[in-house]
């Protein structure tokens, strides 16, 4: 195929990345185009119609034209991503209006995407362009991964997970394994993996592994607590592989990330 001959997949109308106060808030609005909010750090409430979209770091929803929209800050205060576009040669369908989670070999394209936009080079659009483009088609074949869910149980499959999530907030500070977690909520451990697998895109120990890095992120901002402390705090028994997973999911060291009070993209 001769590239001259593919028409632009997207036609953007403004691309930003933000860092806002605890207190930020967006009144309800809408647009008549598809409209991106990727969380960076810190969380956002995003209220679509009467769904209310909890969007942690690394997690994100596509607004689809014409809905209405209400945003506000979630417990720490937002780093976020905004584009608004049009999809005139991509159909983004099957991903819009649903909770998103940023796959693992993006990140790389998310922080050059975020760079380039806080210091713009050379076809800067061209490149903004492009990097939203391929993030855009990352989460897509990412949602269309075949389905192992009944649509006839998802209300239940959605139960389970959320009661495998509480199990996991509540036993953070100790070393869990799959399956204690697939006991306590009554299910097997394979099933419970294809539940997570099918629903986050991730898998039960990696969402451990998340949320275990969430709550080190809220003890190094809001505790004088020593970063070995924090690591035992959150189930991490070995300091290095607490400060190695951590830069590997947020970019910076712990002691980095509390020196900069949470803001990761400087």
Request: hydrophobic letters at 40%; one cysteine or more; glycine letters at 8%.
């Amino acid at each position: 195929m001769d590239p001259a001959d593919v028409a632009p997949a997207l036609r953007i109308r403004t691309v930003f990345y933000r860092e806002a106060e605890l207190d930020w808030s967006v009144d309800e609005h809408h647009h008549d185009v598809h409209q991106w909010f990727v969380c960076l750090h810190g969380g956002l409430r995003i209220r679509i119609g009467g769904d209310l979209h909890l969007v942690e770091p690394e997690r994100s929803v596509i607004v689809p034209p014409r809905a209405k929209r209400e945003l506000l800050g979630l417990r720490r205060a937002p780093g976020y991503l905004v584009a608004i576009f049009d999809p005139v040669g991509i159909d983004l369908s099957a991903i819009t209006g649903r909770l998103l989670t940023l796959p693992s070999d993006l990140r790389d394209d998310m922080h050059a995407l975020i760079e380039e936009l806080r210091r713009p080079g050379e076809d800067h659009h061209l490149l903004v362009r492009a990097l939203l483009l391929r993030l855009l088609i990352g989460h897509k074949r990412a949602g269309l991964q075949p389905a192992t869910l009944s649509p006839l149980n998802e209300r239940s499959h959605d139960g389970v997970i959320a009661a495998a999530e509480g199990y996991m907030r509540a036993n953070l500070h100790r070393p869990l394994r799959r399956g204690e977690i697939a006991a306590a909520v009554h299910v097997s451990e394979p099933h419970l993996a294809r539940l997570f697998r099918s629903a986050t895109g991730t898998t039960v120990l990696g969402r451990l592994t998340e949320l275990r890095i969430a709550n080190a992120k809220a003890l190094l901002l809001e505790s004088t607590l020593s970063v070995g402390q924090i690591a035992g705090e959150v189930g991490i028994i070995s300091f290095s592989h607490f400060a190695r997973t951590f830069k590997r999911l947020v970019g910076l060291s712990p002691g980095d990330y509390r020196r900069r009070g949470g803001r990761i993209w400087q």
